[in-house]
């Protein structure tokens, strides 16, 4: 699970003629067509995802984002530094004046108490805590730190963002490593009030495919926002009748309910044409939790239950990444 992450890039360019500028943007870069609903600064945060560079056009070199207009920016699928290549290394750069970045953004996802984790890397970073909606408009470098209950594997929504940021002169890559070396700590300072479950997961194939069932699962994990691997590892499980078989064990830390992680595990055991690919055995306490404890209604096998769990399971991903679920199936299907 991601904590910590970059956010959109923005960068502030002077051209000397717009239109020229503007068709080059859009002649040479991959970018987004931005809808009639997009009207604002924050509407335009609300649709980039951290791939993308916001090109805002300014008057001059000491703008802000002050006086917005949807009409001077275009989102291009790429980053700061390709537009930059790809500008001196064409004719284009002539028309361009002058050119440098907004502050860099910081989101970080924030479990328990927001307003006092705020004031602790505010603290830590002797850094001001300002209007998220400000924020960005009232300067002109630096780094900006933002904070969401929301899940980092999607596209969030300014509304998403807590109503405070901090702002810190710190450069981006010094406070992006230092908070996501702290994270735990500023996570433990803020949680006393929430339980945190250490679970055990076991993953059993006899193909011994560990290393693609792993990748699906950590892959549904984190896409749900479900908590942090601790520990990992190959070992040998004793069977009643004494005999060893090797499996992978995954230890999860996470503020999830066991059941509500057996709901996941179950929904990947079965493919969807009915066949089970994997046993993923869930322990909490050394105890393991059945597929029975999450029955639901007249739904009496295994198998109609993993359909009904994956089905959810879609519901709350993106569709990229339930074909990133369904390609790796296919290939564990196709090499048995």
Not at 214 to 226: M, P, Q
Not at 257 to 285: C, H, Q, S, T, W
């Amino acid at each position: 699970m991601s904590f910590v992450r970059s956010g959109p890039r923005i960068l502030i360019v002077v051209s000397k003629d717009e239109s020229i500028f503007k068709n080059f943007l859009t002649t040479h870069f991959e970018h987004m067509v931005l809808s009639d609903q997009v009207k604002t600064f924050e509407d335009i945060i609300s649709v980039m995802n951290h791939h993308q560079t916001l090109i805002y056009m300014a008057k001059n070199s000491n703008d802000n984002i002050e006086d917005f207009e949807v009409a001077k920016c275009t989102v291009i699928n790429d980053s700061a530094q390709e537009f930059l290549i790809k500008c001196l290394n064409s004719s284009s750069s002539q028309n361009v004046e002058f050119v440098r970045r907004a502050p860099r953004i910081i989101i970080m996802k924030v479990l328990g108490d927001v307003e006092r984790t705020v004031s602790d890397i505010a603290e830590d970073f002797k850094a001001s805590i300002e209007s998220a909606k400000t924020v960005l408009r009232d300067h002109n470098e630096g780094t900006v730190i933002m904070f969401t209950k929301g899940n980092l594997n999607k596209v969030l929504e300014f509304s998403q963002f807590f109503h405070k940021a901090v702002y810190t002169t710190e450069h981006f890559s010094e406070t992006i490593n230092n908070l996501d070396h702290h994270v735990l700590k500023y996570i433990n300072r803020n949680t006393a009030n929430c339980d945190w479950y250490n679970l055990t997961i076991t993953i059993r194939d006899r193909y011994e495919d560990y290393k693609n069932h792993y990748n699906r699962l950590i892959h549904a994990l984190d896409c749900i926002g479900a908590g942090m691997v601790l520990k990992e590892g190959y070992s040998e499980d004793i069977s009643r009748f004494f005999s060893t078989s090797s499996v992978y064990k995954v230890v999860l830390y996470t503020y999830m309910e066991p059941l509500e992680i057996k709901k996941v595990l179950l929904a990947l055991e079965y493919m969807e044409n009915g066949e089970r690919i994997v046993d993923f055995d869930l322990y909490y306490k050394k105890k393991k939790i059945h597929w029975t404890e999450v029955r639901v209604g007249n739904i009496k096998s295994s198998e109609q239950l993993s359909e009904h769990y994956r089905s959810e399971l879609y519901k709350s991903l993106e569709p990229d990444d339930v074909e990133y679920i369904r390609s790796i199936e296919d290939y564990i299907f196709a090499i048995r």
